[in-house]
Antibody, heavy 119, light 108 residues
Framework: QVQLQESGPGLVKPSQTLSLTCTVS??????????WSWIRQPAGKGLEWIGR???????NYNPSLKSRVTISVDTSKNQFSLRLSSVTAADTAVYYC???????????WGQGTLVTVSS | EIVLTQSPGTLSLSPGERATVSCRAS???????LAWYQQKPGQAPRLLIY???SRATGIPDRFSGSGSGTDFTLSISRLEPEDSAVYYC??????????FGQGTKLEI
């Protein structure tokens, strides 16, 4: 059974960089079948896709966040990471990592981690 | 950007009834690229339907999806209290690569 677990600081100051890591267990991040993605959800609101990465390191980002987002992968640790720079209060949200199956839908999700942007 | 608009915003039904949630796209979406999710409070979304009509692993046959082009539907028959959740549709393929509807809250 594949499991994903987000980790990282729950509080980030405005203008700083948000950094999260997703650890994948029960399966290899190196699989040719899957992409790996970050999605966020502000409290009481809907879901926003942030970006995705393939094991090779190839990435795609949401244009609305592209200038501030970097997603990277460490296949040796079976992890992928998110960095979001110049954060503001609008970036406060629950951040999820998820596996993308057949490039189309998200079949496994982490439990989510709340990141608050505040001084 | 393809915008997905769900209706109704909230649906209140009784156990045993049938729920129907609509997802309308601002442009045509390939049926292969439309999915539905269920999200309960404090939990991550769970994949219910992919390819517009295929149930994900472990999803009961009370859940079904249909539609094509710009109009898609999630149906839930024989409602149970545990079906109370927010339901989202999601499309793949247009920039941004993935977008979600705003969600429909189902109250049983």
């Amino acid at each position: 059974q594949v499991q994903l677990q987000e980790s990282g600081p729950g509080l980030v100051k405005p203008s700083q960089t948000l950094s999260l890591t997703c650890t994948v267990s029960g399966g290899s991040i190196n699989s040719a079948t899957y992409y790996w993605s970050w999605i966020r959800q502000p409290a009481g609101k809907g879901l926003e896709w942030i970006g995705r990465i393939y094991a090779s390191g190839s990435t795609n980002y949401n244009p609305s966040l592209k200038s501030r987002v970097t997603i990277s992968v460490d296949t040796s640790k079976n992890q992928f990471s998110l960095r979001l720079s110049s954060v503001t209060a609008a970036d406060t949200a629950v951040y999820y990592c998820a596996r993308v199956v057949t490039a189309i839908s998200f079949d496994y999700w982490g439990q989510g981690t709340l990141v608050t942007v505040s001084s | 950007e393809i915008v997905l608009t769900q209706s109704p915003g909230t649906l209140s039904l009784s156990p045993g009834e049938r729920a129907t949630v609509s997802c309308r796209a601002s442009q045509s979406v390939s049926s292969s690229f439309l999915a539905w999710y269920q999200q309960k409070p404090g939990q991550a979304p769970r994949l219910l339907i992919y390819g517009a009509s295929s149930r994900a692993t472990g999803i009961p046959d009370r859940f079904s999806g249909s539609g094509s082009g710009t109009d898609f539907t999630l149906s839930i028959s024989r409602l149970e209290p545990e079906d109370s959740a927010v339901y989202y549709c999601q499309q793949y393929g247009s920039s941004p690569l993935y977008t979600f509807g705003q969600g429909t809250k189902l109250e049983i």
